[in-house]
C-alpha cells in the first residue's frame, strides 16, 4: 500500500442528464447513419426500440422479425 491517492475514477453507473442526451444523440447519429431514409425529425422523434423496429418495417419494408434483429444490433441496449 502506498501513500499515494488512487487516481482510479468511482465505478458510477448512473450517467448525468448531459451524458444520456449526447449518448442518445450519438445512437440517433447511428441509426441515421445505417438507414439513411430517416429524415432527422423523424430520428428525433424516436422514443425507444418499438419505435425504431416499427419504423424500419414501415419505411423499409422489413419483416417484424428481421427489424428487431437489426434494430437490436445497433440500438445494443442503449436508452433513447
Known amino acids: 500500500m502506498t501513500d ?7 465505478n458510477t453507473s448512473a450517467s448525468t442528464p ?6 442518445a444523440k450519438l445512437l440517433r447519429s447511428e441509426i441515421g447513419n445505417k438507414w ?5 425529425q423523424e430520428l428525433a422523434d424516436l422514443k425507444d426500440n418499438d419505435d425504431l423496429v416499427a419504423a424500419l418495417v414501415a419505411k ?3 419483416a417484424k422479425d ?6 437490436a ?7 433513447f
Open 36 to 40: 439513411g431514409k430517416f429524415t432527422p
Open 73 to 79: 444490433t445497433v440500438v445494443q441496449g442503449r436508452p
Open 4 to 10: 499515494q491517492p488512487s487516481t482510479a475514477r468511482p
Open 18 to 23: 448531459m451524458q444520456a442526451r449526447a449518448e
Open 60 to 62: 423499409y419494408g422489413l
Open 66 to 71: 428481421a427489424a428487431t434483429r437489426d434494430a
